[in-house]
């Protein structure tokens, strides 16, 4: 089962009751984040659960908002304890951006290893982690993500049985190893569904996102703007309104949409989710440490 909690869901400016934009995963016991805005340690600690096991962040893009919190948030780590490899993943220039940072983190007692995107789509494996890259449309360079739990089909008791496989390999196989001549997809089935959850913020609605997010268990987007009447405002400075999450979350045919990045100009965002329920039924407005936990359906 994958964890998912909105750590922060304002936009721009942090308020007294909304910490900045962030999303934190669990999944055997890692974390995996995307963004780290000002304050984004606090509110992980208010969470609970815990630092040390952090192994990847993803930045979305450079702006403030996103990534003033991450000195403070690598020193702590360094504080709790860390000593594995923390991999930091991003447009170009993310090597650049955080190494001008750790000027004020300068002694970490841990290895950062900087992954730097391509601007196209693509999937990598890092961490243990399955993440794919999608750019969006911003006023600089910015990447949308999605998390992949992947499922290995179940263990057939006939296909080792008849392949005459070891009964004492069978675990190992299970677990995707080869032993000897054998490989995992002699005593497999065929693979089952996963877990798929999708980040995008900071973007005006592209062609590509609906193909990137389909069949989501969980879509997270921006929602600056509850009103549509604020659209040319969203336009003008490439954010997304309410209803634009809503129409994207209904081509992608996902199932559950959660709303964040907030404008600091209006206090109640779920005041704005009845509006967006005709198009995609199952929204839901976003607030800070809501969590949900996302298991496998065979």
Same mark, same amino acid.
């Given at each position: 089962m994958l964890d998912i909690s909105l750590l922060g869901t304002s936009g721009m400016i942090p308020l007294h009751n909304r910490y900045l934009t962030a999303m934190l995963a669990r999944y055997n016991g890692n974390l995996l984040?995307? &963004?780290c805005g000002e304050g984004t340690q606090v509110t992980m600690r208010e969470?609970?659960?815990g630092f040390v096991n952090l192994n990847v962040?993803?930045?979305?893009?450079?702006h403030a908002d996103h990534i003033s919190g991450l000195p403070g948030l690598l020193l702590s780590l360094s504080n709790y304890g860390k000593k594995d490899t923390l991999y930091i993943v991003g447009p170009e220039g993310t090597g650049a951006v955080v190494n001008s940072l750790c000027v004020i983190a300068p002694k970490l007692m841990y290895p950062i290893d900087v992954i730097e995107l391509e601007n196209e789509a693509q999937s990598i494996e890092v961490g243990g982690w399955h993440i794919s890259a999608l750019p969006l449309r911003h006023t600089l360079p910015c990447f949308g993500y999605n998390i992949h739990i992947r499922r290995v089909g179940k263990f057939d008791v &006939?296909?080792?049985r008849e392949r005459n496989i070891p009964?004492?390999?069978?675990?190992?196989l299970q677990n995707g190893e080869i032993v000897e001549n054998f490989t995992p997809d002699m005593v497999l089935g065929e693979p089952r569904k996963g877990i798929k959850v999708s980040y995008i913020t900071d973007s005006r609605p592209i062609d590509t996102i609906p193909s990137f997010i389909k069949d989501s268990d969980l879509f997270i987007c921006e929602g600056m703007y509850g009103d549509d009447e604020m659209k040319e405002k969203?336009?003008?400075?490439?954010?997304m309104i309410f209803s634009d999450a809503a129409k994207l979350a209904k081509a992608?045919?996902?199932?559950e949409l959660w709303m964040t990045h907030y404008s600091q100009a209006f206090d109640d965002p779920e005041a704005y989710i009845d509006a967006i329920k005709p198009v995609f039924g199952n929204a839901k407005a976003g607030y800070d440490r809501m969590t949900k936990t996302i298991t496998f359906v065979d």
């Open positions: 984040l995307i &963004d969470l609970g659960w962040l993803l930045i979305t893009h450079f &006939d296909f080792a009964v004492e390999y069978w675990s190992r969203a336009d003008r400075f490439y954010h992608g045919d996902v199932k």
